[in-house]
């Protein structure tokens, strides 16, 4: 069973707020990711990190932002929010190398009012 | 650049078996995989399989892939109202990370 976690699971927030999604995991895996995806189902990759002290962003444009000081931890940030930003936003690791086996987080669903 | 494609929708009735199909672009591929998502929750990774396999079973799932055609398929035998679920295929980047397609959402009918 995969030890990824994160926090909160649910968040309403009014625009212009500040917030940080977080996701832990106890793997000790290298990479980590975040997805945004739609309610139509479709992820979208935001962000990687291949280890501590490296961020990546990824295909589609965010305007959130992610930090990497911890292996473990790889929170996500917006600085102001907009109702733009409501969608669930899926956490994910992974060992770096062999079949690059992704593990995800249960998810935050972010409602911007 | 990286394009997965998959049927949106499928009904199954409860015991029969489905079959959800995959396509994807990149021949140099050497994993596939196949991600469920319960309501809910995140992806769980369900199987993949090697390029350099045309098949694999496990248990009531079966993947066949036709690397000539890239084309990629999950079969579930038996299906049960638990497998109703959304399921990924996905194929590997350049960047070593995984393209998603659009996902098959499976409804099991009692």
């Known amino acids: 069973e995969a030890d990824i976690y994160q926090t909160p699971r649910y968040l309403v927030i009014g625009t212009g707020k500040k917030i940080t999604l977080e996701c832990s995991q106890t793997?000790?895996?290298?990479?980590m990711y975040w997805y945004q995806q739609d309610p139509g189902m479709e992820l979208h990759l935001i962000h990687y990190?291949?280890?501590?002290?490296?961020?990546e962003k990824g295909d589609l444009s965010s305007e959130s932002t992610v930090s990497r000081i911890r292996t473990e931890h790889f929170p996500l940030t917006l600085e102001s929010a907009r109702p733009s930003h409501t969608s669930q936003y899926l956490c994910?690791?992974?060992?770096?190398?062999?079949?690059?086996?992704?593990?995800f987080g249960p998810g935050t669903r972010l409602l911007v009012l | 650049g990286e394009d997965v494609e998959q049927s949106l929708f499928l009904s199954v009735r409860e015991g029969d078996s489905s079959v959800i199909n995959c396509t994807y672009t990149?021949?140099?591929?050497?994993?596939l995989y196949w991600y469920k998502q319960e309501p809910g929750a995140g992806l769980q990774l369900l199987t993949y399989?090697?390029?350099?396999?045309d098949m694999k079973q496990d248990q009531r799932l079966t993947v066949l892939l036709n690397k000539k055609d890239k084309h990629l398929s999950l079969r579930i035998a038996d299906t049960q109202t638990g497998d109703s679920a959304i399921y990924f295929c996905?194929?590997?980047?350049?960047?070593?990370?995984?393209?998603f397609g659009t996902g098959t959402r499976l409804t099991v009918i009692p």
């Open positions: 990190s291949y280890g501590v002290n490296s961020t």
């Open positions: 994910a690791s992974s060992e770096f190398g062999g079949e690059e086996t992704q593990y």
């Open positions: 990149d021949s140099s591929s050497t994993y």
């Open positions: 399989i090697f390029s350099n396999m």
């Open positions: 996905a194929e590997p980047t350049g960047a070593n990370n995984l393209f």
């Open positions: 793997m000790g895996h290298d990479k």
